[in-house]
């Protein structure tokens, strides 16, 4: 029976790396009050600017750092003073891999698995994950993608109720894409609390169930696609794209209320809360400018503009 | 079976929960790693030239030239406990320093410390390789030593066991304080100084008392010395030195507890 208590519970997570340099002496506040809750059966995706903390939030998670201060508890336990016992309900992807470069993929398929007393097959997990097709060449030889496919593998082999990745997505080709995706899916459909950081809202959009903003080492943000997205003030159109001749500039007092930019020459951008009038306004000044937009699309309110309205600034 | 693989993707990654994450037990997740550990260090060329034909080429270099004429009477018997003291040294110091040194900027250490292995059985499990890679030292060294004539006092093989074993706990840790402390490419540097430094002149192969009286006390408080010297008095003699005995003790404790509060996992 799935338990009903959260499989990580993270509450004012305070970490600090250093001391900075060799003459000064200062700690570098990295985490300064994260808090996390994630749940069987579901995705709970960190999602965040290069640097934010998503991966210190983790490596505190897994046990790989000792946390400064707050609660952290993984299944239950500490998972800094995790046993062999909880490490093999738990299954870590990093970022870097931890792929030794020198050694056959399935060969360390192998081994990984021979630290679990009832794995998962290794030639089945291999085939599903397509590691069959580049088992024999040594792993500094593998892509990417390749790579991130193989420690997927090693992360899922021992059969794990939690599992930590971290940037899965990075450098994967659309065919690892797929691949990687659907068995996320499939290991949420299958009961296990998936823990996963990116930077992509593309990826989180797609896959979470429950989402966490981290922004400056704290979680400013959080709840599902739906909610964060949910626009109680506007009708909830927040995008406006058309494709005209380039280098037209929009009176800055037609609209004043949107932000408006030209991302591609001849590809034009509002971003704001849009209403019928703002559209009818656009009309007549694309008449009054004698242009007709060639593609005119609208969009509801995205991901990425929450974390815009939250931080001020580009994911990117 | 592969004809199946259309329909078998739920049943492969499909947790049961009634045999979901259970780990292996302490002493087979110690074995395998240490057997992965061994096996990874045999089939790797620069740590099979270090381990295995740098030693074979300082013997024969020891039995042909007249270096340790001065002590005593047959030079294989006195070349061959220093060759497999410098084998401990290959293996334990220089071989372990920098496959961890690797393994550790690749994120392999981070990785594994994560699976039921955990840090202390990723630990124990390299010292498992050590002493496993030692034995095939032995065995090919050892054996080419017997082939030029080379006849250990018997009394003396089980003297020689403990200290080979202290040794090797003092190179590892050693090894891995370097590994631990400093980039890989700075300790592939730097175990490779010390190997070519302590085998010329660290008492290993060349007894520390056939060295200047003035660095002599230094250099017989070093690991090397202590092995070498350890290992003539085990196999020429019959006995077991305390006081190389102690000095590598010394060594391995210090160089352990280092290694615990300096080690840098990532």
């Known amino acids: 029976m799935p338990t009903t208590a959260p499989a990580l519970e993270i509450d004012g997570l305070i970490k600090d790396f250093g001391p900075v340099g060799a003459l000064d002496g200062r700690m570098m506040r990295v985490l300064d009050g994260v808090n996390l809750r994630a749940l069987h059966g579901a995705v709970t995706v960190l999602l965040g600017a290069n640097g934010a903390g998503k991966t210190t939030t983790l490596e505190c998670a897994q046990g790989l750092q000792r946390a400064n201060g707050g609660l952290v508890r993984l299944l239950g336990e500490d998972p800094y003073r995790a046993s062999p016992h909880l490490r093999a309900r738990v299954g870590v992807m990093l970022q870097d891999g931890g792929l030794p470069p020198s050694v056959r993929p399935l060969a360390l398929l192998r081994h990984v698995a021979s630290m679990y007393s009832a794995p998962l097959p290794v030639d089945a997990l291999a085939e599903r994950l397509g590691l069959d097709e580049f088992g024999a060449v040594s792993i500094r030889r593998l892509s990417g993608g390749q790579k991130q496919r193989l420690a997927l593998a090693c992360a899922l082999v021992g059969r794990p109720e939690v599992v930590f990745l971290d940037e899965p997505s990075a450098g994967l080709d659309p065919q690892s894409r797929t691949i990687v995706f659907d068995l996320i899916r499939e290991l949420r459909a299958d009961g296990l609390a998936v823990i996963l950081t990116t930077h992509l809202l593309d990826d989180a959009q797609r896959l979470a169930d429950y989402v966490y903003i981290v922004e400056g080492g704290r979680t400013v943000a959080e709840g599902t696609v739906a909610e964060l997205t949910a626009d109680k003030d506007s009708d909830g159109v927040r995008e406006l794209r058309f494709d005209t001749v380039p280098g037209l500039t929009l009176p800055p007092e037609l609209l004043p209320h949107l932000r408006q930019l030209e991302s591609e020459p001849g590809q034009y951008v509002l971003r704001g809360e849009l209403t019928a009038s703002d559209v009818a306004h656009l009309a007549q000044w694309w008449a009054a400018c004698g242009v007709m937009p060639t593609t005119i699309s609208l969009a509801p309110r995205s991901l990425e503009d929450v974390f815009l309205d939250i931080s001020g600034r580009s994911i990117r | ?266």
């Not at chain 2, 947790?15 to 240490?34: D, E, H, M, N, Y």
């Not at chain 2, 270099?61 to 006195?78: E, F, M, W, Y």
């Not at chain 2, 060759?83 to 290959?90: D, G, Q």
């Not at chain 2, 009394?155 to 080979?164: D, K, R, S, T």
Request: glycine share 10%; proline share 6%; aromatic share 4%.
């Open chain 2, 1 to 266: 079976m592969r004809a199946t693989s259309g329909t078998q993707g739920a049943a492969v990654t499909s947790p049961s929960r009634a045999t979901s994450g259970s780990a292996a037990g302490l002493p087979a997740r110690i074995l395998r790693q240490g057997a992965y550990e061994s096996l990874a260090m045999l089939r790797n060329g620069e740590q099979l030239v270090l381990a295995i034909v740098l030693p074979l080429l300082a013997l024969a270099a020891l039995v042909i030239t007249p270096l340790l004429d001065a002590h005593g009477p047959s030079r294989i018997d006195i070349a061959a406990p220093g060759v497999l003291a410098l084998c401990t040294m290959s293996t334990a110091f220089t071989g372990q320093g920098i496959a961890t040194g690797f393994d550790r900027r690749y994120g392999v250490l981070r990785f594994l410390s994560t699976t039921p292995l955990g840090r202390s059985g990723l630990i124990l499990g390299k010292a498992v390789a050590v002493v496993a890679v030692l034995a095939v030292q032995l065995v090919v060294i050892g054996g080419a030593a017997v082939l030029l004539g080379w006849s250990p006092r018997p009394e003396g093989i089980l003297p020689a066991a403990l200290l080979l074993l202290v040794g090797s706990a003092a190179f590892t840790a050693l090894g891995l304080l370097v590994a631990g402390t400093l980039r890989p490419e700075a300790t592939l540097a730097v175990t490779n100084l010390v190997w070519i430094l302590l085998a010329a002149a660290g008492g290993i192969l060349i007894p520390a008392s056939g060295l200047p009286t003035a660095v002599e006390p230094l250099i017989s408080v070093l690991p090397s010395a202590a092995l070498g010297d350890g290992l003539r008095s085990a196999l020429l003699d019959g006995v077991l030195d305390p006081i190389a005995c102690l000095v590598l003790l010394a060594w391995a404790s210090l160089a352990s507890l280092a290694a615990i509060r300096w080690f840098k996992w990532s």
